[in-house]
């Protein structure tokens, strides 16, 4: 079969995957909710009720009863909205999700093909993007301990390096592997050179191999997306407008190299609805950074940082810079 058929059925396959994950995470988003407030469950039977009576009531062309209906279905679904906020969950925290709006994850609008799957048939099939190139080489397969010491304990960790190394890939594998049962967002932090892009990208390439949207920017595209944004909300159908809400929508945003993007107070702030609504919707975001926590914490608002050192999981990465060693090795044999 021809590359691109292969993509297409592939994406197509994926969409629907798609779709099936959106009704699952919304019955299970409900159970929750009814659970914790009956009241709303009380609130969505009285909806079914007056649904079933707007259809009967269509059906004998009764158009004041039909009217009425109308405004109480309108009333309750504002009911509902306020009791789901007064319980500090977003107002269409039931509605189904869409990782695109536009097309309702179909991929298509009219039969014409939606913006996002363009996108994502265009990245399927470029050569030039780097991600689908590294991905070939950087997955769980070829991660090599063999760079990490394992002489020198960390006074601090108490491990040695590829100790570390090794609990933090455990941790990683499962990552994976619970994605779509466990919201997990994942701070990776080290010195430069010590695996912390390339494990990230053993992630995005074991969830892409299972059909998940992945998002990948570094921090610099991240903040010139939002910079980009912040003026032009109207081309809601350019290429730049879709990514923009890619980065909220999608399964798993990594964010690359944080700390090395040119920010303002306007990215940074950005930057926090960011972190904020994905984990309100309970998205998964992977950031690796150079920095140290301390340096995180004077970068950014304290609210960022509370966000971040308070909800995610920290894989502090330790050792000698892996590019070194395989620049010395090189220059041996
Ligand atoms: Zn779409």
């Not at 265009?122 to 090599?144: G, I, M, V, W, Y």
């Not at 984990?279 to 995180?296: D, F, G, H």
Request: hydrophobic share 35%; proline share 2%; with cysteine.
């Amino acid at each position: 079969m021809h590359q691109e058929e292969l993509q297409y059925n592939k994406l197509l396959r994926s969409y629907e995957e798609t779709r099936t994950r959106h009704l699952r995470e919304q019955k299970e988003r409900r159970e929750t909710v009814y659970e914790k407030l009956p009241e709303l469950a009380a609130l969505d039977r009285k909806l079914a009720e007056s649904s079933v009576a707007a259809v009967k009531a269509a059906l004998d062309g009764d158009s004041s009863a039909l009217d009425r209906l109308g405004k109480d279905n309108a009333q309750i679904a504002s009911e509902k909205k306020a009791l789901l906020q007064s319980a500090g969950y977003p107002a269409d925290y039931l509605e189904l999700p869409y990782t695109c709006p536009d097309c309702k994850d179909t991929g298509f609008i009219n039969k014409e093909k939606c913006h996002c799957f363009k996108q994502a048939l265009t990245f399927a099939l470029s050569e030039t993007s780097t991600l689908p190139h590294l991905l070939k080489q950087e997955n769980f397969e070829h991660f090599s301990f063999s760079y990490y010491d394992d002489m020198t304990t960390d006074s601090r960790l108490q491990l040695t390096p590829r100790e570390n190394m090794e609990k933090i890939v455990a941790d990683a594998k499962q990552f994976v592997d619970e994605f779509d049962s466990v919201s997990r967002s994942i701070l990776i932090y080290g010195n430069t050179g010590v695996g912390k892009t390339f494990l990230s990208n053993c992630i995005a390439k074991a969830l892409l191999d299972t059909a998940h949207h992945v998002v990948y920017m570094t921090s610099h595209n991240l903040f010139e997306v939002f910079e980009a944004h912040r003026f032009d909300h109207t081309t809601e159908s350019s290429g730049d407008a879709s990514l923009y809400q890619y980065i909220f929508h999608c399964d798993l945003l990594i964010i690359d190299d944080l700390g090395t993007e040119l920010s303002n107070s306007f990215t940074n702030s950005m930057l926090y609805t960011c972190i904020n609504e994905r984990q309100l919707r309970k998205k998964s975001t992977v950031i690796s950074t150079n920095l140290s926590l301390e340096q995180l914490r004077d970068r950014y608002s304290e609210r960022i940082f509370s966000r971040i050192t308070g909800n995610y999981t920290l894989w502090k990465l330790i050792g000698k810079d892996i590019r070194v060693l395989k620049r010395m090795e090189g220059s041996f044999s």
